[in-house]
């Protein structure tokens, strides 16, 4: 129903990531499945990314994978990779969403990892919604896969 009110533009995107993630919460088993879930694109990583990450990065280095996704699994994918996780998730107190999404990552990437502490050294995306991200770093790639 969800992807119905989304379709027809009733929704926002964020609200529809919301309300997913609650109702799947509710699920008996979902843990489980998440789990396995994150399993799968770990596995569809592709090597190529891997590599130009691995080849940016240092031993002082925190490679962050900034999403839109739910945290529920993406948190799960990048714990395989050593990596950090920003993704969409509840506030503290759960009242609210958050979703990672457009503006809102460079919010939270400043908010969590401010620029005056960090150096902003790479970054990789796959979506041109992303370039204001991407302006903010020294190198940055906007990746397409067209394998």
């Given at each position: 129903m969800l992807i119905i009110f989304r379709k027809l533009r009733l929704i926002s995107l964020s609200a529809q990531k919301k309300y997913s993630v609650i109702l799947n919460q509710k699920i008996s088993g979902y843990h489980k499945?998440?789990?396995?879930?994150s399993d799968r694109p770990f596995l569809d990583i592709?090597?190529?990314?891997?590599?130009m990450v691995a080849e940016e990065s240092d031993?002082?280095?925190i490679n962050i994978l900034c999403t839109a996704s739910?945290?529920?699994y993406a948190g799960l994918l990048v714990a395989k990779l050593d990596w950090e996780c920003i993704a969409s998730h509840f506030s503290d107190n759960d009242n609210y969403f958050f979703h990672v999404h457009g503006n809102n990552k460079i919010r939270i990437l400043d908010k969590?990892?401010?620029k005056n502490k960090y150096d902003y050294n790479?970054?990789?995306?796959?979506?041109e919604g992303d370039?204001?991200?991407l302006a903010l770093f020294k190198k940055s790639i906007l990746y397409k896969n067209n394998a």
């Open positions: 499945y998440v789990k396995e879930f592709d090597d190529r990314v891997i590599k031993k002082i280095t739910p945290y529920d969590l990892y401010p790479f970054a990789l995306s796959d979506s370039l204001k991200l």
